[in-house]
């Protein structure tokens, strides 16, 4: 197909039947970040698919903008990559290819020399930590979690973490309904809707989608819950984490124990994806101070003919 031959890639929404198929082309990627995850494409709903040329081809909206995340696939890269300028140019918007990492960004630039500007989205690299960080907090610059953790234990001394399984969804989904309300008293004009609607389909979908998750429990009371899945063999994404903001320490106990039971369930796990901080300020000091081990850095490469437009 030649890039200014302009036709439409069918796309369609997916459903829990497409998660072995699409992970298939995952699995042989090196690094991507945590749009790629199964679970997060298919529980926040804007995404939609195509196989085309031997990949994987994504069509999403990002902050209300369509996007497409870079082709997954091992076959002919410029074919699916001229099938993507061809869609953007069919339905007339501008062609923004996203999820790029440095090895991506120099394909397209290579294969496309002058065509396409670069940005970088820093509001959008993930924060991937060492799991034995986030399960042993050693070490001086972890002296500060050890000492909020400390105090979480003195005042709840019988808490207990339990992993998350359909006996106690329920409870976990009355604690996320509680999580809401308070945010939404807190700022009646916040806008929770996306976010509710895909943890509720995590809920309802945990064991298709393969999740894991946690609740930090004192007696019947919910503390804390997170949920996630398995990005790649060495990596688990952290798609949800919620605590009550009046529980001192209950954001660092359930990251700890939840890091601990992974790694002991999952030997070759080495990582946690904590996902992004989408320039919240005080999000990102937050997963600064974890320390991460690395970062997925991103980028855009939008078509300098259609126009820059980030």
């Known amino acids: 197909m030649k890039p200014e031959t302009l036709a439409k890639i069918e796309f369609e929404h997916f459903t829990i039947e497409d998660k072995a198929r699409y992970e298939s082309y995952l699995a042989a990627e090196a690094e991507r970040g945590c749009e790629f995850s199964f679970a997060n494409l298919y529980l926040w709903g804007r995404q939609s698919f195509a196989e085309v040329h031997g990949h994987i081809v994504l069509f999403s909206q990002f902050n209300r903008r369509s996007v497409y995340p870079y082709p997954l696939g091992t076959g002919d890269k410029k074919a699916a990559l001229n099938a993507i300028i061809a869609d953007a140019g069919a339905r007339g918007i501008p062609c ?11 394909t ?20 991937v930590y060492d799991i034995h960080d986030l399960a042993d907090l050693k070490g001086k610059k972890y002296h500060g979690k050890r000492n909020h953790l400390n105090r979480f234990a003195e005042n709840y001394p019988n808490y207990r973490a339990e992993p998350m399984d359909e006996s106690n969804i329920p409870a976990a989904r009355q604690m996320a309904s509680l999580w809401f309300e308070s945010r939404l008293t807190e700022n009646p004009n916040a806008d929770f809707h996306m976010e509710r609607a895909a943890l509720e389909k995590a809920f309802r ?7 894991e998750g946690m609740l930090l429990k004192n007696g019947d009371e919910v503390l804390a819950i997170t949920l996630a899945s398995r990005l790649k063999e060495d990596t688990f994404d952290v798609h949800f984490e919620k605590a009550h903001a009046d529980v001192q320490g209950a954001y660092p106990a359930i990251n700890c124990e939840f890091a601990k039971y992974i790694r002991a369930k999952y030997p070759g796990v080495r990582y946690l994806n904590r996902e992004e901080d989408m320039g919240l300020e005080g999000l990102r ?26």
């Open 108 to 127: 397209i630039d290579t294969l496309y020399p002058g065509r396409f500007r670069f940005h970088a989205d820093e509001d959008s690299f993930d924060y």
């Open 205 to 211: 979908d945990f064991r298709a989608l393969e999740l």
């Open 285 to 310: 000091r937050a997963k600064q101070s974890y320390y991460p081990h690395h970062m997925v850095k991103k980028y855009w490469a939008c078509l300098l003919e259609d126009g820059y437009d980030y």
């Open 96 to 106: 923004r290819i996203t999820g790029l990492g440095e090895a991506e960004k120099q």
